[in-house]
């Protein structure tokens, strides 16, 4: 098993939505091994694969009483609120409190072909909630009010700071054209 690159924000391949998995082969298998490695080593407790830059339709998972790989999930019933702290590794160090449904049931299919249907609550739905927006090319940000925008157009452009750049240290978002400011172009 070896692990992989995880693509962080300003990368397209984030905010491409992803293809649904037609076939489970030794590659696909493989990969979700690395994924796993990937997750572990970055101490993540779930990773879609558009960020480790593959376009298809599929999640591990590991929050401690369960893990998983889950292909082509849907959810097919949400319920209730849910505000959590909620981070993401290709968005490096920086996370928000953001409120989503706090059960979810989720559907799919694992790597043996078994339909999954899983009942979640608060993380673990939070979790699959997460997961499933990569597959859908949305990101953390995209969730966030007016004012945790502006902190985060701050905070995206300081971790920016150090890097060489020809557009005065705008975070290369792909979401939108520049604006006149070079600034961000978060939605
Ligand atoms: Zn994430």
């Known amino acids: 098993m070896s692990t992989h690159e995880i693509r962080v924000i300003g990368d397209p391949v984030l905010r491409t939505p992803a293809a649904d998995v037609t076939d489970v082969d030794g590659a696909l298998v493989r990969l979700s091994e690395d994924m796993f ?17 593959v376009q298809k339709r ?3 998972y590991d929050h401690g009483e ?19 702290e909620e981070g993401c590794l ?9 409120v989503r449904p706090k059960t979810i049931h989720l559907v799919g299919v694992d790597l043996d072909g078994n339909e999954l249907s899983i009942e979640a609550d608060e993380l673990e739905a939070r ?26 157009r701050r905070a995206l452009n300081e971790l920016t700071v150090a890097r060489p750049s020809q557009s005065g240290g705008s975070f290369p978002m792909d979401t939108g054209g ?4 070079g600034g961000l172009h978060l939605p």
């Open 90 to 98: 290709s968005v490096p160090g920086l996370s928000w409190e953001i």
């Open 58 to 60: 599929f999640f591990v």
């Open 127 to 152: 979790l699959f909630q997460h997961e499933i927006d990569h597959l859908d090319g949305v990101l953390l940000v995209d969730h966030l009010d007016d004012e945790q925008r502006r902190d985060a």
């Open 66 to 84: 369960d893990s998983g790989v889950v292909l082509n999930p849907r959810i097919v019933e949400s319920d209730g609120e849910w505000a959590f």
């Open 178 to 181: 520049r604006s006149s400011g």
């Open 37 to 53: 490695s990937t997750m572990y080593e970055a101490l993540g407790i779930g990773l879609a694969a558009p960020q480790v830059g």
